[in-house]
Structures are given as structure tokens and as C-alpha cells.
């Protein structure tokens, strides 16, 4: 699972800043997640299923085998939401036997016909209606419905949007389309027949085995999954989608995508056969499976799914030529959710509280596969950008990673688990060494592979290949909370000629030990010392050195998750910038720069320097950190700015350097504008515009009108938000509705931008256009469960979802026959029913 991710600007930095005295699930007594009791064992699940899409039901019929997993009983207990149970039988070789059976509170117990006992297998069969509007369970932060099953669009009633079904299991809600019993620590093989309109395709788990014409225009799909894998993990798909082929070695590998998006596939697809041959080779354990499917669905409620064999990808994975130009975004995400059919579907973890042996390690594949494809420096980057991501939010402080008292199961799908998780890994690589690392997994998919496995599993597997006791590292990083903060101090004393360094421990909770990379710099060069840090307040280390070094750099492999305070010079960062090998150490030092450049001008040279990095990501870190209204900066810097604008092999530099140069306001740059303003790139494009405006505003009128700005990044979003506001550009309103949703929170950081977003919400409100309408909807229904525990946060926004229906009413008192108006009084009308939840 990759979770969506709402815009860290929007939700992550602001409502912190809203105070309010507790949280929804604060202050409740803490539980024990206990892995749930197998008394039964599923063997295999066969389903029969046609879908009514005007109640938006369906109707299955299911045979269950089981068998008790250790004790005899005589009854089995499944977990079955919302439905309407038709018949329960026990089916011997065709024949039915009526059971009786209870079904309340969404568990269907059945009273089987005799005691069982272990490997007894026995079949139930079940007719049964799946009603997935009835469902009552909620969503969370990270899936934002539970439903199980959903239809989108299902009475073709929205002419912008594909009439879709699809599914969503996890973590567990495909008792929500057939009864199961729905744990983790379940595997089962299957079957499914799926009746659907001959129009459409669809997808499941395992290999198509047969399709059938029926009467009416319907077919029946056939769907075969012969290795066992988690109640969660089953999927169905039904649509018109184009299908893409491909393949790895002998095994298919198609894509899914809407027809419109069809000549791109493969351009956002088309990395997966590396993918798969290369984790096959780094884990030493070959894809196993029969086939590996993406497919993208409308309106999905998270981020992507690792359905066994047919992954489900939101729709901002569909992208078109003007956004991959600068780069594919969903690229992480296809890597994260097919190395997830080694860990997650081929090894599952055995509870909820032990989601790392999925998620951390999908999280991680993000950096396995950059490191690989692009290289060190761009995984470092990602890898940079993702622990800022947990560290932002100061009550991941307090969590474990493997976490048996959490309030709901979703809790754990955080940036704990992923981000936190991910790094986690990478610290344990860096200590046993690849050779031992990957191996360690080899056998720990070896030898849990089909099954399921906790964290323990795998420190055991680790340490059966290395010889080495790894207790210290999973207490303290596993089931310990936190990381290390370190402050640092150095002297030297010329009598010794010796270097010391002092290293203290400054966090609330526990003292960590760990490992430790110091570079000592004597005339500009690096002498690299691994000491090896204990549990304790402070330690120091010395080395001894025959001059005063020009710099200490501690985590100078930026291995360690930690947080340090030191007190380098600009001079010192200079260095460090100019002579580590490490992206990281040079990436820090650009930060500094950027957060000092108005306090130390001396800074300016390690800008500078930065400008030529090899690494795009650093050129635009510099880039963001310049005001070239500045004598001082422009003088020089302008003429490296200036080449990066028009020469730059990365677009997104490109973009980088028109946006530094925009400050100017110079009329010279107008021929780099307009041209830029041509560009394929949507990022070039799009800040070209936004510097045009500043210098001539009616030139930009006509070319926003062609820029393609529905999968546009925030920050492109709000360079332009002002433009489409200002000048009512009618074509673009759908685009802000994010920003616009939003404003409130947005005031908080930026009053000027906000008065604009909160423009942009009241124009929308006070228009009669759906998709823009639609849009703001979307979002806040995303945004819900990330804002849930904010009482606050959540009151301001179902106020102006108040407003904005209040303004919609009006209108259509004005325009009472506006059949568009009524739709999107209803989409307001449900969103503001979703809050008062």
C-alpha cells in the first residue's frame, strides 16, 4: 500500500500551527494488538459474482474450504459486512446441505455439521448480496474509505468520469464483497467468475483462464490464483480500459490505463521488467508469480494497492508527455508496490503490528530501485526528503515501529512505518553490509515464503547469515520509539596535536548506541573514522591529527537517523560542500546556505559552487535560495542562472532557473520566457508563464489556456494561482481546487496567497461548474480523515463547505433548470454530511 499523500504544505505544516486540547483518540486506555487466533484454516475460496450497477450490489455466490487449523470445532466464524445472507450450506461434491447459521454485526457464524479436526477439510457454500453503500466502517488518513467494493460512476451519469468497479482490501475490507474470514494471518488460493458487461475488461488476481458470452451483452471472466495469498490481497477490476502489453521473460505484464492515457503507458509503466529482473536478482528469489498487472483506477481512496498480481494505481499515476518530461512521479510507487509481491504478498505480516515486514520494506525498494536506475545520489535525495517527512510531526517521537497498542489498525500506516521504517532499513544494511543483508532477506522470504512472519522472523533470519546478535538494533529502532539527537562539540589541542570530539545524546527518551562515520578535514581532505557510539549522555572520541583541522563533519556517511546540532562556520560548509563525497553532506551544506543566505553573504560561494553540482536536486535547492534582485546575488550568480534557464539537461532545473530569474523583473528575459513558454515541459512552462506575468499580463491569458495543469505540483499550482484568479481563466478553475479548498490553512503561512485561494473558493462557489466543483469536493473528502483527530481543522472546513453551498443555493435560485447546479449541491451536501461524522 502507498499511502495518498496530501499536499505537505497544505496539511502536514498547517495544523500543527491550530491548537486544540486533544485528539479524538487521545487519553484512551491502550490495548494489546494481539495477532488474531487461527481456530479455522482457509484452503481455498471459489467466488461467482454480477454486479447490479444501478444498487450498485452484488451478487456472489461463494465455496469456502477450510478446515480447523488445531482444534476440532464445529463451527466457522467469518467476517461479512453489510450483506444479506440468501444461504448457507455445506456443499459435498455438488450436493448442498442447509446449516444454520447467525449473522449479526457483520460476522456470520455458521454451525457446521459436525465436530471437524485438524486438516479435515470441509466446503461451505454462500449466497449472498454485497452492499458496500451500507458498509459503517470509516476510512482513515491513509485509506480514506472502507468499503471493500466500489462503484464508480456506476449509473454513467458523470460525462467527465469512466463508468469503473473496483475493490480495496486492505486492511480489511474484502469481507465488505465476500464473507472471509479477514486477517493477515489467512492465506488461501482462488477462483473467481465475473460477470460484467461484454463492453468492459476486467482483472483479477492470478491468470485468465477463460472468457464466456452470456445472454444480454454480459461475458463471465474466469480468474485463477493457484498460490496462496491474503483475504486482503484478492482484487477485481471492471472497466473500458485500454490494456497495454508487456512482458518479463515469459511472464505478461500489462497495464491498465484509461484510453486517453493509452499512448503513454508505457512511458509511466514501462520501468516494471527492470524492476522485476532487478529486485528478482538483488533479493536472489525470482518474481513468483504467474503474472504482474497495473491498473488504474478513478477516484481510489489511497495511493496504490499491492493486490497479488494486479496492483491498483490512483489515477495521478496517468500522466501525459508535459509531465514526464520533467519526470514520472509515479515512478517510486510502481517500484513500491511490486516489490511488495515479495514482501507484503509473498511474506505477510502476521498482525497489523507488525506492518513493517511490508510497508518498510516497500518503502525502502523506493531507494533500492533509484540507487540502481539513477544512481547514489538520487536515492539519497529521496531518502533526504522522506525522513523530513517523518520528522516533521513531532508525535512520531513516541511511536514504535512494530506497535502492539495502537488505537485502530490504520494507525500504523504512517510515516512511522513507511519513511521512518524505510531509513531504519537502510541503517541495517549499512551495518551488516550488503552481502549479509541481502541474503538475510533470501532467507527470510526462503523460508516464510506463502506464509506469514513478524519482525522477530526477520531479525532471526538476519542473524542465522551474518552470525551477528541484532537484539540491540530491533529493541532500540524496532521496539523503541524515536532517534537519536545528537549535539556536537570539537577542540583541538595543539600540545597533543589532538582532535576531540564530543558527542551528546539530547533526546527526552532512551540513549541509542550505534555506529558512527567523523571526518576529520586536514588541508581540505577527509580522514574517515568509524567509532562506535554507546547508550549513554555523552562520549567523546579523539584522534590525533598533527594540525587544526578545517572541518569536522559527524554522520559523515549520513547513514544514522538522527537529528544534529553543531556549529560549523559558512567556511566550514564550504568545504564540506566542496570536498565530501557524500550527496548528503553536499545537500546539507546547500540548506544551510539557503536558511543563512540573508544572515551570512559568505554563503554565497557554496551557492555558487552549487549551481554546477552534478546533481539536478542540488542546482534546484540553490536555485530556490536565490533573490536575483540582489546585486550582490546577480552579480555572481546571473550568468550561471541564466545558462541553467536555456541549457539545463533537467527541465525541472530549467523551471528552477526562469522562476530565480522572475524575481528580477527584467524585460531582457522576455525571449527566454516566451520561448520556455513553448516548452513541452509543463514545469517550464508553467513558470515561464508565471515570469511573463510579471512583465507583460495579457501575453498570459492565451497560454494558460493551453497548459495542462490537472497533475501540476503545488508549487507550480500556486505560482499560477494568482494569474487564472485575477484574469477568471474559466478553463483552468478545476486545477485550484486544491488550493482554493484549502485557503484557510493557507492564510496561516501565506496571508497574500491565501487572500487568493479564499478568491479562487468563492469564485468557484459563486460559478456553475461541476468538474471545479467536484474538485474541491474530492480533496476535502480525502482530506477528512487526515484532519479527524483536529477538531478545530475539521470545523473550519465543514464551515466553508457551509458557505460555499450556501453560495451554490443562491445560485441556483438565479438559474433554478441548472441540472449541474443540483449535482453539485449534492456532492457539497454529502461532503459536509462525511464531516459531521
Known sequence: MKKLILSVSLIGIFLPELSFAQTETSGREKVYRATHTKMTELKHTKLKVSFDYEKEHLHGEEWLTAAPFFYPTDSLVLNAKAMLIHEVALDKNGSKQTLKYDYKDDILKINLDKVYSKNQDYTVYI?????????????????NDAKGLYFINAQGKDPDKPVQIWTQGETESSSAWFPTIDKTNQKT?????????????????????????????????????????????????????????????SIPVNYFVEKEYEPYAKQIFGNTPEMIEFFSNKLNYQYPWAKYDQMVGRDYVSGAMENTTATLHGELAQQKPGDLIDENRWEDTIAHELFHHWFGDLVTAESWSNLTVNESFADYSEYLWNEHKYGKDEADYKLIKSLQAYKMNPANFSKNLVRFDYDSREDVFDSVTYNKGGGILHMLRNYLGDDAFFAGLNDYLKTYEYGNAEAQQLRLSLEKVSGKDLNWFFNQWYYGSGHPKLSINYTYEPVKKQVNVSVTQTQSGPYFQFPLAIDVYENGIPKRYNVWADAKASQSFTFNFSQQPNLVNVNADQVLLTEISDTKTADQYFVQYTKAKEFKSRYLAVEFAKENIDKNPSVLKILAAALKDSSHRIRILALGALDLSKPEQAKLLIKDVENIAQNDPKTLAQAAAISALSKTKDKKYLNIYEKASAAISNAVKGNAIAALADIDSQKVIPLMENIDLSNASEDLTSKLLPIIVKNKIASQMASIGSQAAFYPFIKFQDPELGAVAEEAYNWIMTSDDTKATKAVTKILSQAKSEISSNPQAKMMLTQILKDGLNKKMQLLKDNPKSQSLHEQIDALNKTIEDYSH
Open 127 to 143: 449466497k449472498y448480496t454485497a452492499r458496500p453503500n451500507e458498509v459503517k466502517q470509516k476510512g482513515s488518513a491513509a485509506i
Open 189 to 249: 488460493t482462488q477462483e473467481l467468475y465475473m460477470t460484467v458487461p461484454d463492453k468492459y475488461v476486467t482483472l483479477s488476481n492470478g491468470l485468465l483462464k477463460s472468457s464466456t458470452k452470456e445472454a444480454n451483452g454480459l461475458r463471465t471472466d474466469y480468474w485463477v490464483m493457484d498460490k496462496k495469498h491474503s483475504p486482503y490481497l484478492f482484487f477485481m477490476g471492471v472497466g473500458d480500459f485500454a490494456v497495454v502489453q508487456d512482458q518479463w521473460k
